[in-house]
């Protein structure tokens, strides 16, 4: 059985860093893409960032290049997202995810994920 748990979020000010983890168990790396996702109230869940855990191919929705990064540490089963210069609108319940269904496009879509963390809230104030 798959389990995600993540850790690392909280409450910052505005141009703060925050690192992201997501401990995986019972999920083998280099297997498929994993990811993190965010959704804020009121608000569909939207894609931040993703890694192909075998090659380490990685992509980023616009709103976040260039402030985060996305890593994995295989030997610790772990996820990282490394996130710089926060602004309050990167404001949401923050989720890892695993395990890619190639049926379904876009590699940032959501409903393309079939295991999920519970989430970690991250809060940036201005």
């Known amino acids: 059985q798959v389990q995600l748990v993540e850790s690392g979020g909280g409450s910052v000010q505005a141009g703060a860093s925050l690192r992201l983890s997501c401990q995986a168990s019972g999920y083998t790396f280099g297997s498929s893409w994993m990811g993190w996702f965010r959704q804020a109230p009121g608000k569909e869940r939207e894609g931040v960032a993703t890694i192909a855990t075998g090659s380490g191919v990685t992509l980023y929705a616009d709103s976040v290049k260039g402030r985060f990064t996305i890593s994995q540490d295989s030997a610790k089963n772990t996820l990282y997202l490394q996130m710089n210069s926060l602004d309050p609108e990167d404001t949401a319940m923050y989720y890892c995810?695993?395990?890619?269904?190639?049926?379904?496009?876009?590699?940032?879509?959501?409903?393309?994920?079939?295991?999920w963390g519970q989430g970690t809230q991250v809060t940036v104030s201005s």
């Open positions: 995810a695993a395990q890619r269904d190639a049926r379904v496009p876009g590699v940032l879509a959501h409903r393309s994920y079939r295991y």
